[in-house]
């Protein structure tokens, strides 16, 4: 049996492929790269670019916007980004929720809700030992 | 509602599952990478001493889930109340909401983000705390949430994110890679990476953990109210017996006495 190239391509989200390939190519932050079975263990950053797996003869593409590729002498991981971030947008959002949390502390808190705060809380604790007390008593 | 809450949690749970071999991988290379490194100076891997705290506090963003949010909220509690300052960042609104009633300074907050939450939907609030670290502002990044053991174990937990604490290496998976480019600049790429998947899967554990105490709170409200309906049908059926009852006496009081007379 000829050698193959055991490839499993993750993201945050979930698995996207899992197979056996007889190469692969994917766009390696300092150039394109292609991994053919028994290639040296290798770790890079991964450009933007796809993903071709190639398993007899059947070619698939796979979209990364950025992450990691990791090869192993038998194996290729890619640890993919989610095809949607991109860093502007994220620090757009990043600013987002902390000016959120500003205007948040910024409506005045009277006494009367700190104190709402507390009694709420004192409240669901209560409850929580009459449920627990109820429950042993019936066991 | 519990049936609805017992099938929204295996499929929270199978997400949560499916989030896994990344995080595992992502484990395993990160912990290769900084055993080869190792003096790296990364900021992300410098402990320094705790003056002031950022905390990442995970909370639903309903309630109806037995002790699940408070459970959580006093875990983080404990932090804000001792010795460190604390400042917090946080992920669902029970947690906001109660902080924000006691004044506590909340720089981010991230919340509504469903039952399929998505890596960009929580990066604001990683992305806050990464660069208030990286700003100095703050010596350490926690994050609290609650941990999914058991629909009967839910557990609230803390773990420290920042600076990154690099796992075990396990038994003989050392491998030497080559690296492309300087293995201090995959290192400096990696780290933020492990950081964000580590709070997302602390939110999709958090999820798990949300269905199953509303699951349980909601057997529990079945549980009683049955207990209410039975004690109040035996209540009707007793008053009802002794309506019968009087009535009866009455209408045989009442005929006797007109017999009599």
């Known amino acids: 049996m000829a050698d193959k190239l055991h490839v499993d391509i993750v993201t945050v989200e979930g698995r996207r492929y899992k197979g056996d390939a007889d190469f692969v190519v994917a766009p390696g932050s300092e150039g394109e790269l ?5 290639h040296i263990p290798l770790l890079t950053p991964l450009a933007p670019g796809s993903v071709k797996v190639r398993n007899d003869g059947e070619e698939q593409f796979f979209f990364v916007s950025g992450g990691f590729l990791e090869v192993r002498p038998d194996q290729v991981t890619v640890l993919a980004d989610s ?6 947008i994220d620090e757009a959002r990043a600013e987002e929720a902390r000016r959120r949390a500003e205007s948040l502390l910024q409506q005045k808190l009277s006494d009367a809700d700190q104190a709402a705060a507390t009694t709420a809380l004192a409240r669901a604790e209560a409850r929580l030992r009459l449920a627990e007390l109820r429950r042993r008593r019936r066991v | 509602m519990q049936a609805v809450a017992a099938s929204k949690l295996r ?8 989030a896994r071999p990344y995080a595992d991988r992502m484990a395993e290379v990160l912990t290769e990478v900084a055993s080869r490194s190792t003096g790296s100076s990364h900021p992300f891997l410098t402990e320094r001493p705790i003056k002031k705290r950022l905390l990442i506090l995970v909370t639903a963003d309903r309630g109806l889930a037995g002790g699940l949010n408070v459970n959580a909220i006093r875990v983080a509690l404990t932090y804000v109340r001792q ?7 946080t992920i669902g609104r029970k947690g906001r909401d109660y902080f924000r009633r006691l004044g506590v300074p909340i720089i981010a907050e991230v919340s509504q983000t469903g039952d399929r939450p998505e890596l960009k ?7 806050v705390a990464r660069d208030e670290f ?5 010596d350490q990044v926690a994050l609290v949430h609650t941990h999914f053991v058991s629909v009967a174990r839910l557990v609230p937990t803390v773990s420290i994110l920042i600076p990154v604490q690099v796992p075990e290496r396990k038994e003989g998976m050392r491998v030497d890679y080559l690296y492309e480019p300087e293995p201090e600049e995959v290192l400096a790429r990696l780290l933020p990476r492990y950081v964000e998947a580590q709070v997302y899967a602390a939110v999709l554990d958090n999820l798990a953990s949300f269905y199953a105490a509303q699951t349980i709170a909601m057997r529990n409200a079945t549980d009683n109210a049955g207990e209410l309906i039975d004690d109040l049908t035996m209540l009707r059926n007793k008053v009802r017996q002794a309506t019968i009852t009087k009535e009866l006496s009455e209408i045989v009081g009442g005929a006797e006495a007109l017999a009599a007379g």
């Open chain 2, 83 to 89: 010795g460190e300052e604390t400042v917090l960042d």
């Open chain 1, 34 to 38: 292609g991994v053919l079975p028994r």
């Open chain 2, 11 to 18: 499929r929270v749970q199978a997400r949560a599952e499916a």
């Open chain 1, 83 to 88: 095809a949607e971030r991109a860093d502007d």
């Open chain 2, 121 to 127: 939907d929580i990066l604001p609030a990683v992305t």
């Open chain 2, 134 to 138: 990286l700003a100095g502002n703050v």
